[in-house]
């Protein structure tokens, strides 16, 4: 045997051995102390982003803050992707980490929301890693038939950052200071330490045999047409609403956009394998389907996910922390699911039921929402929740799967990174998409909510009423929604009452003119005869008053004032003036319509007395219901295509098993070479 066999040989043996499940736990603990990173900072923020707007003064810039973390870290999902399977995947996901660390220590030293967003973007670059390379790396180390059974590992990650993000985010809100910082800024700096340890574990356990690199052409073009393509789309995606989608500046994003998308397909064509993603993928109907599958339950799952802590906070009044632990039927679901699902993958090698189960469970779980009222107990939120969370726990890691398995060694990382790559497309489309759907019809139906006249009758008699009006905690809904309201309509009660009174006393005063212009009354007593005549009319004027205007009170002077604290004449009052304010509402009054501005800012709602509150949560609740119709819609077309779903069964070896297999025979057929030129050589001996 030649020397250079033997040197590959003795390669072969040292990078090919099988992980052992040891082996194995300790690079899944190293990937979920990096996703536990990024899950943590998303809950963590998310609840605390009002106070850090208010601390900047920029609250209204915050959508531009979640903008910049979202379009960076969507964009380097496919480029992590591509590069480790060039460099490997270790050094990619500690480069992940390291910006991840250093875009959060930046992030702690903002000044303002355009800086807060800059350093956002460079968090966001780092979460493009953090998301997809721990998926890439299970694919590496695991056959896709024993993959499933570690999801539940990494779902439990998730599960713990749902539950304690926004335990944590709202202590550091919270506080003024901790050890002389603002205490918002601990909402990044949290993650130095916890980066610290993450890079520690993967630097000391996440060790990957290397495999030999096929090809160092990088797709810088296709790099930059993604952005290019992306960025432009994604902005108008989540700015649409207030740009306006056909104005100028939406119109030129949809041009530039789809040049962008022209020119990558164009670049991806022409690099072929070296392809950011190669359009190879897509001649595998399994991967085909599980992506356009994978986009539409993105869209309906992270858009109409948005709206369940908005309805558990505004119409059940929960705090951000207490709607953290009310969405625990729904992480609890996911898990059971996932470990189920895993299992019976693990066992039979097969996955079709999945797809199809989950998106019928997740149709299901929709519809349980759309059912939802302004009222509803919150028993039959959780019952939703969990149905949902069984069908996402049998989607997430089985589309994944499907890709995977769809493609070969080489390909593995671009197809992670690509799948996760088109369901945060759908998941960003379905956030601007239904976010933007609930907040345009929100408006008018409030305004709808006040067509009813048992709500809009009680909701007056709480605005008029003196002691609910000045009561603390309805003071901010008051002065943001009702005191127009009360002051223009008492305002025109009180000018209609005042030219009553008036012209009965200019009668009064007019008739004694004319009865001492006859000699009825001597001129000298036409003062006095004047000012009991005009008393008479007053008094006389102020019972007719008081039959039509129950809070009418009319003073001895002639002075119109309204008294609102007798519960009877409150009520016969607006009753009395329901129907013309329903018509001023309707009619889109000034003074009484509902504008988009009015709810960036929902606080009044915290603490109000019921009765003011109850049009904006019955509002809120027909704009989300109509929201989780879309949703549904889109996941049954899911559910639609999920039975096309061609699902070959899954292979039983790793892509390092598998790569081994390939060098070992290689390596056989060297030593049969080697072994056939010596006897052939013998043979020709003399």
């Known amino acids: 045997m030649s020397d250079i066999t033997r040197s590959r040989r003795a390669h072969t043996a040292s990078t090919d051995t099988v992980m052992t499940h040891r082996m194995i736990m300790f690079v899944i603990f190293g990937l979920m102390a990096g996703m536990f990173l990024s899950a943590l900072d998303q809950t963590v923020v998310g609840t605390s982003i009002r ?20 379009i960076v870290s969507t964009i380097s999902t496919p480029i992590y992707g591509k590069l480790s399977d060039i460099f490997g995947r270790r050094p990619l996901f500690l480069i992940a980490i390291l910006i991840f660390i250093i875009g959060s220590v930046l992030a702690s030293f903002s000044t303002s929301m355009v800086e807060l967003a800059a350093f956002r973007a460079i968090q966001g670059l780092g979460a493009g890693g953090l998301m997809s390379m721990p998926l890439a790396i299970m694919g590496d180390i695991l ?14 990650v998730f599960g713990i950052s749902s539950v304690i993000g926004p335990l944590v985010g709202g202590l550091f809100a919270g506080a003024s200071e901790i050890l002389f910082i603002t205490g918002w800024r601990w909402v990044f700096l949290i993650n130095v330490p916890i980066g610290i340890v993450a890079l520690g574990i993967v630097w000391r356990f996440l060790h990957i045999p290397k495999q030999p690199r096929h090809s160092v052409r990088i797709d810088w073009w296709g790099a930059t047409f993604v952005i290019v393509a992306l960025v432009p789309l994604l902005l108008v995606a989540e700015q649409g609403r207030e740009w306006g989608w056909g104005s100028p500046i939406a119109l030129a994003c949809y041009v530039v956009g789809a040049l962008g998308i022209l020119a990558f397909v164009i670049a991806e064509t022409k690099m072929k394998d070296d392809a950011l993603i190669p359009l190879k993928l897509f001649r595998s109907p399994t991967f085909s389907m599980a992506t356009v599958i994978g986009v539409l339950v993105g869209f309906g799952m992270f858009g109409a996910m948005l709206t369940l802590p908005l309805y558990l906070q505004l119409v059940l009044g929960s705090t951000p922390t207490q709607s953290g632990l009310e969405m625990l039927p729904m992480i609890l679901g996911l898990m059971i699911a996932s470990i189920a699902s895993g299992q019976i993958i693990a066992r039979t090698g ?13 149709s299901v779980g929709f519809f349980l929402l759309t059912f939802l009222k302004y009222d509803s107990p919150y028993w039959q939120v959780a019952i939703a929740m969990l149905v949902i969370g069984l069908g996402l726990g049998q989607l997430m890691q089985t589309l994944t799967i499907a890709s995977q398995n769809s493609v070969g060694v080489r390909d593995m990382g671009v197809a992670t990174s690509g799948s996760t790559f088109f369901r945060q497309i759908g998941g960003t489309l379905g956030t601007a998409v239904l976010l933007s759907l609930l907040f345009t019809l929100m408006p008018s139906n409030i305004v709808g909510s006040f067509g009813d006249r048992a709500t809009l009758t009680d909701a007056l008699d709480a605005a008029f009423d003196p002691a609910t009006a000045s009561a603390p905690a309805n003071e901010k809904i008051m002065s943001s929604i009702y005191a127009p309201i009360v002051t223009q309509t008492t305002d025109a009660v009180t000018q209609q009452v005042q030219q009553g009174v ?19 009354i001597p001129a000298a007593a036409q003062t006095q005869a004047t000012q009991a005549a005009v008393a008479q009319a007053i008094s006389a004027a102020s019972a007719q008053i008081r039959q039509q205007v129950p809070v009418a009170r009319v003073g001895g002077d002639g002075s119109v004032s309204l008294d609102f604290s007798d519960a009877a004449d409150r009520e016969a009052f607006v009753d009395g003036v329901a129907d013309t304010l329903t018509d001023r509402f309707t009619s889109g009054d000034q003074d009484t319509s509902i504008g988009g501005s009015t709810l960036d800012d929902t606080s009044f709602l915290v603490g109000a007395d019921a009765r003011l ?12 219901t109509s929201v989780y119709w879309v949703a549904m819609s889109v996941v049954l077309l899911a559910f639609v295509l999920s039975l096309f779903f061609r699902t070959p069964p899954l292979r039983s070896k790793s892509a390092l098993q598998e790569a081994a297999d390939e060098r070992r025979g290689k390596d056989d057929e060297e030593k049969r070479a080697a072994e056939a030129a010596v006897n052939t050589g013998a043979l020709l001996t003399p």
């Open 502 to 520: 008036q012209q009965a006393t200019d009668a009064a005063t007019q008739a004694v003119a004319q009865q001492v212009a006859a000699g009825q």
């Open 613 to 624: 509150t109850k049009p904006f949560l019955v509002g809120f609740n027909s704009s989300a």
């Open 143 to 156: 056959a896709p038939r024993e993959r499933a059974k570690y999801q539940g590992y990494f779902l439990a």
């Open 51 to 70: 106070t850090i707007g208010d601390d900047l003064q920029g609250l209204s810039l915050q959508a531009w803050v979640t903008t910049a973390y979202l």
């Open 350 to 362: 097969r996955y079709r039921l999945f797809p199809i189960l989950g998106t019928a469970l997740m």
